[in-house]
């Protein structure tokens, strides 16, 4: 199975200030058909999880713009523009390109 | 609104068994591909498996912890997802979810394997 790395698995953030969650998979995530199928989700305490990206970098609808994807092959990046309260969550990243789906660890982020 | 309701979940003794269900609603549930992920106390998320649509053959696909005991399974008629679960393990105690590709998820069912 693809085993996903995040880093750091908690980030202490401050209001109003960025926010970066490092993802690395251990094969590359670029597909056949040229896609990179790999996805952040957010989940607060007690919800279900809620994708907020997909296909590296395409926003889920109703996601705020300061959440965005970035990488390439086997590094990825989610960042947060400017972090807000409601921002308090756990972040996975997720690769769909091999079987089976693989999560990372999760990366708690609270504020400082 | 696109929705996904589970129903089932409870407390289950180690080798016995336990069906979940998962309705959903305001998409075409004909033509999505259903996935079970789970989540055990504390800790991350874990894809349990999938079930293409009909148009597609309606394979499932599972991971390896839960091949053999797992079963998904889906009723278009009744846009109904469901997960059959046999031999059940204390380390199959989690939430479990259902979800459309990622995009909707479920309130998630609690399964607790203990004796």
């Known amino acids: 199975d693809v085993v996903m790395t995040q880093s750091p698995l908690s980030l202490p953030a401050t209001l109003g200030q960025p926010a970066s969650i490092s993802c690395r998979s251990s094969?590359?995530?670029?597909?056949?058909?040229?896609?990179?199928?790999l996805s952040w989700f957010q989940q607060r305490p007690g919800q279900s999880p809620r994708r907020l990206i997909y296909?590296?970098?395409t926003r889920d609808s109703g996601v705020p713009e300061r959440f965005s994807g970035s990488g390439s092959g086997t590094d990825f990046t989610l960042k947060i523009s400017r972090v807000e309260a409601e921002d308090v969550a756990f972040y996975y990243c997720?690769?769909?390109?091999?079987?089976?789906?693989?999560f990372g660890q999760g990366t708690r982020l609270e504020i400082k | 609104e696109m929705r996904l309701v589970q129903f089932g979940g409870g407390l289950v003794k180690p080798g016995g068994s336990l069906r979940l269900s998962c309705e959903a609603s305001?998409?075409?549930?004909?033509?999505?591909?259903m996935s079970w992920v789970r989540q055990a106390p504390g800790t991350g998320l874990e894809w349990v498996g999938r079930?293409?649509?009909?148009?597609?053959?309606?394979?499932?696909d599972y991971t390896s912890p839960v091949k053999g005991r797992f079963t998904i399974s889906r009723d278009d008629s009744k846009n109904t997802l469901f997960l059959e679960m046999n031999s059940l393990k204390t380390e199959d105690s989690a939430m479990y979810y259902c979800?459309?590709?990622?995009?909707?998820w479920g309130q998630g069912a609690l399964v607790t394997v203990s004796s």
């Open positions: 296909m590296l970098s």
């Open positions: 997720m690769q769909g390109t091999h079987w089976p789906p693989t």
């Open positions: 079930i293409i649509s009909k148009n597609d053959g309606a394979a499932a």
């Open positions: 979800t459309s590709g990622g995009a909707v």
């Open positions: 094969q590359s995530l670029v597909s056949g058909n040229g896609n990179t199928y």
């Open positions: 305001g998409f075409n549930f004909e033509k999505a591909w």
